[in-house]
């Protein structure tokens, strides 16, 4: 924008501040004029409605995705071996598979073990919480046939206390409180979050716009084809709405079908 004060001089009537100021209000007006924001239509109001729906929809949709999406998975795994010692005494061994080993002679094989410790980054479109599940384990006794799966030990069993020292001495203490923690622990990763549903925020508003437009062109459409209906119908001298012969009516301002007023 540019503003030309070429007109002031001195001297035409003695006080150029004042022309300056008025020419400056003009311009100020005409900026005003064409920044003006268009007045809103109900296209404009729809539009504006679906950018307000659609943030408290993203955000209920990144906290269904963070629930339902798993985008990885990795199982942290530990085994062992517990031994029998006679007399009701074992004692376990963290990865001890070697079963030539010399440690193997500590006692007699009695039960092979394996905890899984489940890990999942969960979210959509990006990771939105990392979610570390509480440990399974399964166990293989020598004695019967097959491995039980995800058992659930009672408390004070020997066993479980042969697996709890086996995990200590092994220095193994997240995978033992993997194992102990009731539930998930979940640590969320907020800026995942921000990012989530700012990213949906837009997809929705992408999307509704385009619905938008989509039912706008129907409607433009269908509007055109039906005014141009009624104008053929006014031309042939029959009733705008319903299409009633109107010809050799001596009142024809409303239609005796179906009551509308004719123009
Ligand atoms: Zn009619």
Redesign the pocket.
């Given at each position: 924008m540019r503003i030309r004060f070429d007109a002031v001089d001195e001297g035409s009537n003695g006080y150029p501040d004042v022309v300056m100021f008025r020419k400056l209000r003009r311009e100020l007006a005409k900026i005003r004029y064409y920044s003006a924001t268009p007045r809103a239509n109900r296209w404009t109001r729809a539009s504006n409605l679906a950018l307000f729906i659609s943030l408290p929809l993203a955000a209920a949709l990144t906290l269904t995705f963070d629930h339902v999406v798993i985008r990885s998975r990795s199982v942290d795994q530990i085994s062992g071996v517990v031994l029998e010692q006679g007399q009701g005494i074992f004692s376990g061994v963290i990865g001890f598979t070697d079963y030539q080993s010399e440690l193997w002679q500590r006692g007699q094989p009695y039960a092979e073990f394996t905890l899984n410790a489940p890990f999942h980054r969960t979210g959509w479109p990006v990771a939105t919480s990392e979610r570390r599940l509480p440990a399974q384990l399964d166990i293989n006794y020598f004695d019967e046939p097959g491995t039980q799966s995800n058992v659930l030990l009672p408390e004070n069993s020997p066993i479980g206390r042969v697996i709890e020292s086996a995990l200590t001495n092994h220095s193994d203490q997240e995978m033992l409180v993997r194992w102990q923690q009731p539930k998930s622990e979940v640590r969320r990763l907020w800026w995942g979050w921000v990012f989530s549903i700012v990213m949906l925020w837009i997809l929705l508003c992408v999307l509704a716009n385009i619905a938008l437009g989509m039912t706008r062109i129907v409607w433009i459409v269908s509007h055109r084809r039906r005014s141009r209906e009624r104008k053929q119908r006014k031309v042939h001298g029959k009733?705008a709405?319903?299409g009633?012969d109107l010809r050799g009516l001596d009142f024809h301002a409303r239609?005796p079908?179906?009551g509308?007023e004719q123009e």
């Open positions: 009733c709405k319903c009633y239609c079908e179906c509308s």
